[in-house]
């Protein structure tokens, strides 16, 4: 019959200058720790299976008097496999010589089982048979003693071979950068915590966690910074979890931290007896308050901001892996909104995720579709309306929506980094189209290609455009590559090489959407640029005496005095064309004389231009 000895309640472990049994005083800090990693292996749960009661007995005693007090025993083989699922022991002390059911047979059940084959079996034999050792070894016994056992070196091999079960249950179950339990470990806590909690009636909630912006931090900085800016991270999650925030549930205390990382720049809370979303808002925002602190990182101050998503248990799911699902989408619409934001798991964002995952399949399955299709915008002289060039817009002819503009699935592609593969097709589609229209007969004119922050980052971009210009064989000159502001101060040295070098190879430079980003006199001199383009946003609210009047303004009269090209979007009136023309802008393009179309009608605009309209 099974018999099982309670753990003896945790010993204190002496500070540093405190006195041991013997009078003595601990003297430093590696002695603490030795004594505190003592302690913990001596909390080891110890399971022996042998059929001689007495060499059970004198083995019990020997190791409680050891420290070992958490001890399962049986005498029983028969149920012995049955005791080890129920008590999953670190240590199993096994006898090979048995009636009913051997020693190697519980080994091989041991091997075979999931949840305890990397169990450490010390085997207790007196055989002296070299075969049945054999068979042992091959079945991955880890250690051997013969009967009768000394004493002293049962407890030497034990605490060697609990030392390094420790030491590898550690590295399976612990962030290695972090040091807060990975994403194995955690789950199984909280499943254990949401059945207790289920059982009790008690409220939990799921906090997921994610950086915003930190792959920028770290190609700015470099992985080593990332690296410490996680470990800083995890201490200040660490610290916005009090006591009261933690486990309120009975026989659950021993469950561990509440935290995780999950990998990357995300982290999982669990957090149980919240009476309602308000407390768990609270929660989350104290770890903002704590997380909003500067970071100082590599001589560099940095203020970080994260996004969380919130799902509550039982109300949005009752099942671990549904749980961390409703989180991790009320993250990702954290994220979408811009970051630093709280967001509560709801069915509506369910459907919407299914949706936005559904759409990102089809839309990584267009481009070798044929699904994809560029439609040009005509840029006309502002004042003789001559047609000075167009910019491509790509569209989504998907199979059941229809056209899908590029507002719907752009954002998209930017997420997901399918805006690289999109954008390089863009580029080669552009400037054959370019050339098939100078070998119909027509004049050559320049065409404008939208460029992705992704895009730039990549080391490779320059190659791509000479490769396009020398693949379709259109001239450099004929190229305008668009880009926004932000992505031009994101690394404004690696940038200004990169724009160097388009220029030098004679492709040109124009600032889409200028005025909505950091407009600064002070880095547009330092940059070789061609053009300025003025949002829509601005051009719509032109009239005398607005404030929209006094921004196109400027933005005109500061490329005037940087010799920049100045070219106004979304026209769509007599009156602001006027306008446009009284300032002094160079060119312009909207709904007023030319909407985007496919390239099978731009041949009807290229001939009406022929006059200039």
């Given at each position: 019959?099974?018999?099982?000895?309670s753990?003896?309640?945790?010993?204190?472990?002496?500070?540093?200058?405190?006195?041991?049994?013997?009078?003595?005083?601990?003297?430093?800090k590696?002695e603490?720790?030795?004594?505190?990693r003592?302690e913990?292996?001596?909390?080891?749960?110890?399971?022996?299976?042998?059929d001689e009661?007495?060499?059970?007995?004198?083995l019990?005693?020997?190791?409680?008097?050891?420290?070992?007090?958490n001890?399962?025993?049986?005498?029983?083989?028969?149920?012995?496999?049955?005791?080890?699922?129920?008590?999953?022991p670190?240590?199993v002390?096994?006898?090979?010589m048995?009636?009913?059911?051997?020693?190697?047979?519980?080994?091989?059940?041991?091997?075979s089982?999931?949840?305890l084959q990397?169990?450490?079996?010390i085997?207790?034999?007196?055989?002296t048979?070299?075969?049945?050792?054999?068979?042992?070894?091959?079945?991955?016994?880890?250690?051997?003693l013969?009967?009768?056992?000394?004493?002293?070196?049962?407890?030497?091999?034990?605490r060697?071979?609990?030392?390094?079960k420790?030491?590898?249950?550690?590295?399976?179950?612990?962030d290695g950068?972090?040091?807060?339990p990975?994403?194995?470990?955690?789950?199984?806590?909280?499943?254990?915590?949401?059945?207790?909690?289920?059982?009790?009636?008690?409220?939990?909630?799921?906090?997921?966690?994610?950086?915003?912006?930190?792959k920028?931090?770290n190609?700015?900085?470099g992985?080593?910074?990332?690296?410490?800016?996680?470990?800083?991270?995890?201490?200040r999650?660490e610290?916005?979890?009090?006591?009261?925030?933690?486990?309120?549930?009975?026989?659950?205390?021993?469950?561990?931290?509440?935290?995780?990382?999950?990998?990357?720049?995300?982290?999982?809370?669990?957090l149980c007896?919240?009476?309602?979303?308000?407390?768990?808002?609270?929660?989350?925002?104290?770890?903002?308050s704590?997380?909003?602190?500067?970071?100082?990182?590599?001589?560099?101050?940095?203020?970080?901001?994260a996004?969380?998503?919130?799902?509550?248990?039982?109300?949005?799911?009752?099942?671990?892996?549904?749980?961390?699902g409703?989180?991790?989408?009320?993250?990702?619409?954290?994220?979408?909104?811009?970051?630093?934001?709280?967001?509560?798991y709801?069915?509506a964002?369910?459907?919407?995720s299914?949706?936005?995952?559904?759409?990102?399949?089809?839309?990584?399955?267009a481009?070798?579709?044929?699904e994809?299709?560029?439609?040009y915008?005509?840029?006309?002289?502002?004042y003789?309306?001559?047609?000075?060039?167009?910019e491509?817009?790509?569209?989504?002819?998907?199979?059941?929506?229809?056209?899908?503009?590029p507002?719907?699935?752009?954002?998209?592609?930017?997420?997901?980094?399918?805006?690289?593969?999109?954008?390089e097709?863009?580029?080669?589609?552009a400037c054959?189209?370019?050339?098939?229209?100078?070998?119909?007969?027509?004049?050559?004119i320049?065409i404008?290609v939208?460029?992705?922050s992704?895009?730039?980052?990549?080391?490779?971009?320059v190659?791509t455009?000479?490769?396009?210009?020398?693949d379709?064989?259109?001239a450099a000159?004929?190229?305008?590559?668009e880009?926004t502001?932000?992505?031009?101060?994101e690394?404004q040295?690696?940038?200004?090489?990169?724009l160097?070098?388009?220029?030098?190879?004679?492709v040109?430079?124009?600032?889409?959407?200028?005025?909505?980003?950091?407009s600064?006199l002070?880095?547009?001199?330092?940059?070789?640029?061609?053009?300025?383009?003025?949002?829509?946003?601005?051009?719509?609210g032109?009239?005398?005496?607005?404030?929209?009047?006094?921004?196109?303004?400027a933005?005109?009269?500061?490329?005037?005095?940087?010799?920049?090209?100045?070219?106004?979007?979304?026209?769509?009136?007599?009156?602001?064309l006027?306008?446009?023309?009284?300032?002094?802008?160079d060119?312009y393009?909207?709904?007023?004389?030319g909407?985007?179309v496919p390239?099978?009608?731009?041949?009807?605009?290229l001939?009406?231009?022929?006059?200039?309209?």
């Amino acid at each position: 019959m099974p018999d099982s000895k309670s753990a003896r309640a945790a010993k204190s472990v002496p500070s540093r200058g405190q006195q041991r049994a013997d009078g003595s005083t601990f003297r430093s800090k590696d002695e603490v720790e030795v004594g505190r990693r003592m302690e913990a292996l001596k909390a080891s749960k110890i399971m022996m299976v042998d059929d001689e009661p007495t060499t059970i007995e004198v083995l019990a005693t020997f190791l409680e008097g050891e420290g070992y007090e958490n001890i399962v025993t049986s005498t029983d083989s028969r149920e012995a496999v049955d005791l080890l699922r129920k008590h999953l022991p670190d240590c199993v002390l096994l006898d090979l010589m048995m009636p009913n059911v051997d020693g190697l047979q519980i080994l091989r059940a041991i091997r075979s089982d999931a949840t305890l084959q990397h169990t450490p079996v010390i085997i207790l034999t007196s055989s002296t048979d070299a075969e049945t050792k054999l068979k042992a070894l091959q079945h991955e016994a880890t250690d051997f003693l013969g009967k009768p056992v000394d004493p002293s070196e049962l407890a030497l091999r034990l605490r060697n071979i609990l030392a390094a079960k420790a030491y590898q249950d550690h590295l399976i179950n612990y962030d290695g950068l972090t040091g807060l339990p990975n994403r194995r470990l955690f789950l199984d806590r909280v499943d254990r915590i949401l059945r207790r909690a289920s059982v009790e009636s008690i409220p939990c909630s799921v906090l997921h966690l994610g950086l915003d912006r930190f792959k920028q931090i770290n190609d700015a900085l470099g992985h080593r910074a990332g690296d410490i800016l996680l470990k800083a991270v995890a201490r200040r999650l660490e610290r916005s979890i009090r006591p009261s925030d933690l486990l309120a549930i009975p026989g659950l205390n021993e469950a561990g931290s509440p935290l995780c990382r999950l990998g990357g720049d995300e982290f999982l809370v669990i957090l149980c007896g919240s009476p309602s979303a308000d407390s768990t808002r609270t929660i989350a925002r104290r770890i903002f308050s704590n997380l909003s602190q500067p970071f100082r990182i590599s001589d560099e101050e940095l203020i970080v901001t994260a996004s969380i998503g919130i799902s509550l248990f039982p109300e949005d799911a009752e099942d671990i892996e549904a749980l961390l699902g409703h989180a991790a989408t009320a993250l990702s619409h954290a994220k979408q909104a811009g970051g630093n934001q709280i967001a509560f798991y709801s069915r509506a964002l369910n459907t919407e995720s299914s949706k936005r995952l559904l759409m990102e399949n089809q839309l990584r399955k267009a481009i070798g579709r044929e699904e994809l299709l560029l439609y040009y915008q005509p840029k006309f002289d502002t004042y003789s309306g001559d047609l000075r060039g167009a910019e491509a817009l790509m569209r989504w002819n998907h199979p059941e929506q229809g056209l899908v503009p590029p507002v719907d699935f752009i954002p998209l592609a930017e997420e997901t980094g399918l805006i690289e593969s999109l954008g390089e097709w863009a580029l080669a589609t552009a400037c054959h189209q370019n050339v098939a229209w100078q070998n119909a007969g027509f004049e050559p004119i320049s065409i404008s290609v939208n460029v992705s922050s992704k895009q730039m980052r990549r080391g490779n971009f320059v190659q791509t455009v000479r490769f396009a210009l020398s693949d379709s064989g259109m001239a450099a000159d004929h190229l305008i590559l668009e880009v926004t502001e932000s992505m031009l101060i994101e690394d404004q040295a690696k940038t200004l090489d990169m724009l160097n070098e388009l220029k030098a190879m004679g492709v040109k430079i124009s600032v889409d959407d200028f005025g909505t980003g950091y407009s600064s006199l002070s880095y547009l001199k330092s940059l070789p640029l061609d053009e300025l383009k003025v949002d829509r946003s601005f051009v719509s609210g032109v009239s005398e005496g607005s404030d929209d009047s006094a921004i196109v303004n400027a933005i005109i009269a500061m490329s005037q005095s940087l010799g920049l090209i100045v070219v106004a979007e979304g026209v769509e009136t007599a009156a602001q064309l006027r306008f446009l023309q009284n300032r002094g802008c160079d060119q312009y393009q909207g709904f007023l004389r030319g909407r985007p179309v496919p390239p099978s009608e731009w041949g009807d605009i290229l001939k009406r231009s022929t006059g200039g309209d």
